[in-house]
């Protein structure tokens, strides 16, 4: 198995893509009810690791209208030295090169949505997964000072690769203070670490859960080698049930959308898996008309994110994908949606060994280049026995992933890249996690086609 396929780009024909100023419609042949009972009950089929690639994706996307009818986001311009080309972009919170005081810190509501998911006779019940979640560094603050464990390389491009390594200084800047994941790595991405006001931070509201009873037709149960059995989705028929729930959301919030082992394969065929989360925009349009928003139009951003069990993806004893368990596929999504919300920020095409499938792509989705590559924070108790094959995965920690930065897509030399200092002083760093990322390709800027 490799996890090297995580891919965020627009799906591909025949998928759900939610356009800007339109919905989008897919079968809803299951709708989404509460208190759904399960089909008949039928055997898992196995999936070979090779045949396990986790993915990510994007959903549609919006141009930035004039609109307060969204979550607070900044505007700002970039001129990448490697071709001279100036890109725009937005992203979440507030402008870190002119916000002052208490007009830095931003609070963005992240209503939690647990889903329960009934497929084949089984049921996956987000509800279960929703207190570790909130227990996690994804909710829960930290010291980012430091960290036990990290991604090491292993014999990469062979197996055993991306596996557990030795920890070390992660934010030697901000150590001592306690924060959130997604505040730690938007301060460490502006260099708006240690008594700066600057953040950017999360408050979750819990709603009532839904269930989402699965047709046959649409998806099966898998088990993985180490015995950990999820489902496994059709991704358009699937999204079209996120697009139900999100008629009643609320644009100044972030829904969040929690399942738990619930995967999604994005073609034709069962073994085209596994797609573990994606976020996306929904836009009204900039119009008058019918709709009548006289400019005002409400932009609705959402995620949705698995859970992922110990020993799903992650290797025994901190082998290959080591950091691929619990809350690593919702930091992804969550640090993609603060960078890119509106899914429009384009860079100049970038190419990284350590995601190879995406060949050369123009996405500022700051997860895809570093993939399976996270390290050990936080105390986790939820699912730290043995896989159900005997063997162990878990190892006390929650695991999020590295974020590739701001500057490494816009080519930034390391004097002038405006991140936090490496460990070592060489200048800014590119990765969150700096010089413990251990491939070289991150200890420079993004390289081309």
């Keep these: 198995m490799t996890i090297r396929t995580l891919t965020t780009a627009a799906l591909a024909a025949g998928a759900l893509v939610l356009a800007a100023g339109g919905a989008a419609t897919a079968s809803t042949h299951s709708t989404s009810t509460s208190g759904s009972t399960a089909s008949t009950a039928v055997e898992p089929t196995p999936i070979n690791d090779a045949d396990m690639k986790a993915k990510s994706?994007?959903?549609?996307?919006a141009s930035v209208?004039?609109?307060?009818?969204?979550?607070?986001?900044?505007?700002?311009?970039?001129?990448?030295?490697?071709?001279?080309?100036?890109?725009?972009?937005?992203?979440?919170?507030?402008?870190?090169?002119?916000?002052?005081?208490?007009?830095?810190?931003?609070?963005?509501?992240?209503?939690?949505?647990?889903?329960?998911?009934?497929?084949?006779?089984?049921?996956?019940?987000?509800?279960?997964?929703?207190?570790?979640?909130?227990?996690?560094?994804?909710?829960?603050?930290n010291d980012?000072?430091?960290?036990?464990?990290?991604?090491?390389?292993?014999?990469?491009?062979?197996?055993?690769?991306?596996?557990?390594?030795?920890?070390?200084?992660?934010?030697?800047?901000?150590?001592?203070?306690?924060?959130?994941?997604?505040d730690a790595t938007m301060r460490a991405q502006f260099d708006k670490t240690g008594a700066s006001p600057y953040h950017l931070k999360l408050h979750p509201n819990l709603l009532p859960a839904v269930t989402i009873n699965v047709p046959k037709n649409q998806g099966i149960l898998r088990v993985s080698g180490r015995g950990v059995v999820f489902a496994d989705v059709n991704i358009s028929w699937w999204s079209g049930?996120?697009?139900?729930?999100?008629?009643?959301?609320d644009p100044t919030h972030l829904p969040l959308y929690l399942t738990d082992d619930?995967?999604?394969?994005?073609g034709k065929s069962l073994t085209d898996c596994c797609v573990i989360g994606y976020h996306g925009t929904i836009a009204a349009g900039n119009r008058l008309?019918?709709?009548?928003?006289?400019?005002?139009?409400?932009?609705?951003?959402?995620?949705?994110?698995?859970?992922?069990?110990?020993?799903?993806?992650?290797?025994?004893?901190?082998?290959?994908?080591?950091?691929?368990?619990?809350?690593?596929?919702?930091?992804?999504?969550?640090?993609?949606?603060?960078?890119?919300?509106?899914?429009?920020?384009?860079?100049e095409p970038w190419l990284t060994p350590t995601a190879p499938q995406y060949g050369c792509t123009?996405?500022?989705?700051?997860?895809?280049?570093?993939?399976?590559?996270?390290?050990?924070?936080?105390?986790?108790?939820?699912?730290?026995?043995?896989n159900p094959n005997g063997t162990q995965s878990a190892d006390g920690a929650y695991h999020p992933e590295d974020e590739a930065l701001f500057p490494w897509f816009l080519r930034l030399p390391p004097n002038a890249a405006g991140?936090?200092?490496?460990?070592?002083?060489?200048?800014?760093?590119?990765?969150?996690?700096?010089?413990?990322?251990?491939?070289?390709?991150?200890?420079?800027?993004?390289?081309?086609?």
Aim: charged share 10%; proline share 8%.
């Design 65 to 141: 209208l004039p609109t307060t009818r969204t979550i607070p986001h900044w505007y700002g311009q970039m001129k990448d030295p490697s071709n001279g080309v100036t890109y725009g972009y937005n992203m979440v919170g507030a402008d870190p090169h002119t916000c002052s005081g208490p007009a830095c810190d931003v609070t963005v509501e992240v209503d939690v949505t647990p889903i329960k998911v009934n497929i084949a006779g089984r049921t996956f019940d987000g509800t279960s997964v929703v207190q570790p979640t909130l227990d996690s560094p994804q909710f829960a603050a």
């Design 362 to 386: 123009s996405v500022l989705e700051t997860g895809d280049p570093v993939v399976g590559i996270g390290f050990a924070q936080g105390t986790n108790t939820f699912r730290q026995g043995p």
């Design 289 to 347: 008309g019918n709709g009548k928003s006289q400019g005002n139009a409400a932009v609705q951003t959402f995620a949705w994110a698995s859970y992922v069990s110990p020993g799903l993806y992650s290797r025994a004893n901190g082998g290959t994908d080591w950091a691929l368990q619990d809350i690593h596929a919702i930091s992804h999504e969550i640090a993609e949606w603060a960078d890119d919300p509106f899914v429009n920020n384009g860079v």
């Design 241 to 249: 049930q996120i697009n139900n729930l999100e008629q009643s959301a």
């Design 262 to 266: 619930v995967m999604l394969h994005s």
């Design 419 to 449: 991140s936090e200092p490496t460990q070592s002083g060489s200048g800014g760093r590119y990765t969150l996690m700096g010089d413990l990322n251990p491939f070289p390709g991150f200890r420079q800027p993004a390289t081309g086609c």
């Design 144 to 182: 980012y000072g430091y960290t036990p464990n990290a991604t090491a390389a292993g014999a990469f491009p062979s197996l055993p690769a991306f596996v557990r390594g030795a920890g070390g200084a992660l934010s030697q800047n901000d150590a001592g203070q306690q924060l959130q994941l997604q």
């Design 57 to 61: 994706v994007t959903m549609g996307g």
